[in-house]
């Protein structure tokens, strides 16, 4: 049976082509670019040209983009990075729905003396900008909030509270992880200090992502090692992985039209379907700014792990939160956050397409689900 995967928020495949372009530097172009000698010198230019990839789907300078491990590293680096230029200064602002790479974060930070401030959301996920606003303080060393939501979807105004945040004086820098290759991003023209991505959410491997960190603006490295990456980030590059994210990177500037007009159709049409079929249904997450992938919908009166074990039976491959909190018996912050009711949070299910997912598949989803919720009511004791 061949997998039916919805899960892409989590990770997605490696795209054939970025295999192509990363395939010959475990083999044949094995060198390390640091070295002297010719294997090695042959590296230089094709890094280079990653780099170049990157920071044009960014509409960033290539010297605004130092690569790292993924984008937990990127997050830390840019958090680190700020409170280290800012020694004076111990204030944090964050959101209460941030990824656990930011959140679990600046929670380890108050243990360090620094005061967090977490910005609520409405039931919609929408964040309050009114809060925000009013968060901001002479102390505040650093705001970071995310571009869009890894759970719902939910796209944030970054650009509008990077303005915000300039005019004070306060370094703002977005994990933009869910929403590169979703959304046009240009840095160009908006006034964001830092910016994470992630290979293996835009179809490069596991194990590279990137950070901007805009021309002029205070930075610490967070590796302290050799001299790779200008400085910034010391250790021997990830050469497969770098060249891999560079065609990653425009491969998903091409199909960006696709991710907006096409996908966004099929996550459409396996939203109204379920919502429809399925009676004391929820869709969590405003349907209007939102990542065109993404849909989160809860199931009244059932778990969402029994949901996704029996989908699994079918091959049906999707998600009831944040792989980097799953096995947790608690429903998930961001539902807890946007206040979803008990009965409703821990029957939430994520579904989160991309270009390789076909008609055929939702038809499959559509066909299959509704008989799995009946039963599973059936069996549930709050039914």
């Given amino acids: 049976m061949k997998p039916i995967y919805v899960d892409n928020n989590a990770t997605t495949r490696v795209a054939d082509e970025v295999f192509a372009a990363m395939r010959p530097y475990f083999c044949e172009e094995y060198g390390n670019p640091s070295s002297m000698h010719s294997v090695g010198g042959r590296i230089g230019p094709k890094l280079r040209e990653a780099r170049r990839q990157v920071a044009d789907f960014l509409g960033a300078r290539p010297d605004e983009i130092i690569f790292t491990s993924c984008g937990t590293e990127s997050d830390n680096t840019a958090v680190r990075a700020a409170l280290a230029t800012n020694p004076d200064k111990r204030h944090i602002v964050t959101s209460r729905v941030e990824h656990p790479a930011i959140g679990s974060l600046v929670s380890s930070l108050t243990r360090e003396g620094y005061r967090v401030t977490e910005v609520p959301v409405d039931s919609n996920g929408c964040l309050d900008m009114i809060k925000l606003e009013s968060s901001l303080t002479p102390d505040t060393a650093l705001v970071t909030i995310m571009w869009a939501n890894n759970e719902t979807g939910v796209i944030f105004p970054v650009e509008k509270i990077a303005e915000k945040c300039r005019a004070r004086g306060i370094t703002f820098h977005t994990d933009a992880v869910q929403a590169a290759g979703k959304l046009p991003i240009d840095l160009s023209g908006n006034r964001i200090d830092m910016l994470s991505i992630s290979g293996h959410k835009l179809h490069a491997p596991k194990g590279v992502g990137a950070l901007y960190v805009r021309k002029g603006t205070k930075f610490s490295p967070f590796m302290i090692g050799g001299h790779q990456e200008k400085g910034r980030r010391a250790g021997t590059e990830n050469v ?91 429903p998930s912050h961001v539902m807890r956050a946007m206040g979803v009711p008990f009965t409703m949070a821990h029957g939430s299910i994520r579904f989160s397409l991309s270009v390789y997912n076909t008609e055929e598949e939702i038809d499959e989803i559509i066909r299959r689900l509704p008989p799995i919720i009946e039963r599973l009511r059936q069996l549930s004791p709050f039914c």
């Fill in 240 to 330: 497969p992985g770098i060249i891999a994210l560079g065609q990653a990177c425009e491969l998903a500037g091409r199909r960006l039209e696709e991710e907006n007009t096409r996908v966004r159709a099929l996550r459409d049409r396996l939203e109204s379907e379920l919502t429809r079929l399925i009676p004391d249904t929820r869709v969590n997450g405003t349907t209007k700014e939102r990542t065109p992938n993404t849909t989160n919908i809860s199931f009244a009166n059932i778990e969402g792990e029994s949901i996704l074990l029996m989908l699994n039976e079918f091959g049906i491959c999707a998600s009831s939160g944040s792989a980097c909190t799953s096995g947790s018996l608690e």
